[in-house]
């Protein structure tokens, strides 16, 4: 199996590489592609942004493969026919471990995944512990399996499959934190402390939600370790498919917000989505069938 660190689509047609103003559409399963969002916007920031979170299906890591293949397909035909984008980015790594290929299959637009930093967490460990914290789907997939395999060989990978960080996560933006002592037992297993001195030294964040609550994963961690976030590395990878800004681009249009329930949308998470950029946000209803 080809292992490719970002999941990176095949190139763009060479029509589209250059061209003005593209329309790129972030996915994810609900507010963790955000982090991707900052990261993709900050590199292209003349692009034309749609955000969609398939809240009424999160979170990801707790359906089934079968399901969660069927859900992103469905949502995916619903967006692109809306939004018509020029590149799609699967903020998602539960659902970029599993779904790239058959979306690849069904759609001509590019499609860039996320998926875990397992090789930057591989070159950067010391002690060679690494621990991968991520969904509980994230951490049964095989294709998470081959990438240690292909990468961290000579490393001793911790696999931590959270139940409930990302909605920690979505709390933490919707103004509703949990306490101290409860994300400090999420993340505790991601520290591993050897008899013979060795601890771990490198966390990969292989869910997009994490790095919302980094500066407090950061606060609460038992002893300091290098967080992993692919962000910036998939931005470099939009850059690389579509190219960068030209230099007398507009700057910063506003990001148009999508969800598929919208019941997430508290006053105080529409203030944080505004902080972020995305003003105006629209709920294109697509309820998950009963499971
Ligand atoms: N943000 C998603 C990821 O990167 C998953 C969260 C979920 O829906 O379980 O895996």
Request: glycine content about 8%; some cysteine.
């Amino acid at each position: 199996m080809r292992i490719d660190l970002m999941a990176g689509a095949s190139l763009a047609p060479a029509a589209f590489r250059g061209a003005p103003e593209p329309t790129i559409l972030v996915f994810d399963s609900g507010l963790g592609g955000l982090t991707v969002l900052d990261a993709v916007r900050r590199a292209r920031p003349d692009a034309r942004y749609i955000y969609a979170g398939d809240d009424a299906a999160f979170p990801y890591g707790r359906l089934g493969e079968a399901t969660l293949v069927a859900r992103v397909l469905t949502v995916m035909e619903q967006l692109v026919a809306t939004h018509r984008p020029d590149l799609v980015v699967i903020a998602c790594n539960t659902a970029s471990t599993l779904v790239l290929p058959a979306l690849r299959q069904r759609f001509a637009t590019p499609f860039v995944g996320v998926v875990p930093p397992i090789k930057p967490a591989a070159e950067a460990t010391r002690s060679g512990l690494v621990s991968l914290l991520a969904t509980p789907g994230t951490v049964a997939r095989s294709y998470t399996h081959n990438l240690i395999a292909t990468y961290a060989g000579s490393c001793a990978v911790t696999l931590v499959g959270s139940p409930n960080l990302a909605g920690f996560a979505e709390a933490e933006l919707a103004g509703t934190p949990v306490d101290d002592a409860t994300l400090a037992a999420e993340i505790a297993p991601c520290f591993v402390a050897e008899p013979d001195g060795r601890r771990t030294d490198v966390v990969c964040l292989a869910c997009t939600h994490y790095p919302l609550l980094l500066p407090r994963l950061e606060a609460l961690a038992p002893w300091p370790v290098a967080w992993i976030d692919p962000a910036p590395a998939i931005a470099r990878r939009v850059v690389q498919l579509i190219g960068g800004a030209p230099r007398d681009a507009a700057r910063d249009a506003s990001v148009h917000g999508a969800f598929t329930a919208g019941t997430c949308l508290t006053a105080p998470l529409r203030a944080s989505l505004a902080a972020r950029g995305i003003g105006e946000i629209a709920v294109e209803a697509l309820p998950l069938p009963m499971q």
